[in-house]
């Protein structure tokens, strides 16, 4: 069940027990990413665990969390400033928590590109994650600022929603699993 508004989400799992705490934090620019980090909390959520989404200007308190999940939306091959910011200032508090990284991106069909974006390779490394995935994301256009629409149509890439919903739920599931073992 979730509770909230906004990029501010509070899902509740099922009570009783010892609960873990997730934080989902996110960059997004035009709501792929975030569409993305809400299904992934949603999933948690029905695994029995309690879960925040929040963005990284929201300025999350870790100590009040077990275990975070870090995704960005990829331009230009880069995660998204806020998030590269957030990693960077909380390095020391993320690397004491398990922590699991995404990245939404790639566009097309097959969904290019495949190679995991710099910032998330040395996010792995220097936050010890457990773990980083790579989804394909969305494209619409009509909402796009100009100069994002000139690079995208110097890619040729066509609009259209290019997400494995079923990918990004069976790693959640996976997720939510190793967390199960951590308790």
């Known amino acids: 069940m979730c509770s909230g508004h906004g990029s501010y989400r509070r899902y509740r799992g099922s009570p009783g027990g010892d609960?873990?705490?997730?934080?989902?934090?996110?960059?997004?620019?035009?709501?792929?990413?975030s569409r993305v980090a809400h299904h992934i909390a949603d999933v948690f959520a029905q695994k029995g665990l309690q879960v925040e989404v929040r963005t990284p200007d929201q300025q999350p308190d870790l100590s009040?969390?077990?275990?975070?999940?870090?995704?960005s939306a990829i331009y230009?091959?880069?995660?998204?400033?806020?998030?590269?910011?957030?990693?960077?200032?909380?390095?020391?508090?993320?690397?004491?928590?398990?922590?699991?990284?995404?990245?939404?991106?790639?566009?097309?069909?097959?969904?290019?590109?495949?190679?995991n974006p710099k910032d998330a390779n040395s996010a792995l490394e220097s936050l010890d994650a457990r773990g980083h995935e790579?989804?394909?994301?969305?494209?619409?256009?009509?909402?796009?600022?100009?100069?994002?629409r000139a690079m995208i149509r110097a890619l040729g890439v066509a609009d259209g929603d290019y997400r494995n919903w079923n990918r990004i739920t069976k790693w959640a599931e996976h997720v939510a699993a190793d967390?199960?073992?951590t308790k």
């Open 19 to 33: 609960v873990m705490t997730v934080l989902v934090v996110f960059g997004s620019k035009y709501g792929s990413t």
């Open 64 to 71: 009040q969390y077990d275990a975070v999940v870090i995704g």
């Open 76 to 115: 230009a091959g880069r995660w998204r400033r806020s998030i590269r910011n957030f990693v960077r200032t909380n390095g020391p508090a993320l690397a004491a928590l398990p922590v699991w990284l995404f990245s939404v991106g790639p566009l097309g069909n097959p969904p290019t590109p495949t190679e």
């Open 134 to 148: 790579l989804f394909a994301g969305a494209l619409d256009s009509t909402h796009m600022s100009f100069g994002d």
């Open 179 to 181: 967390l199960a073992l």
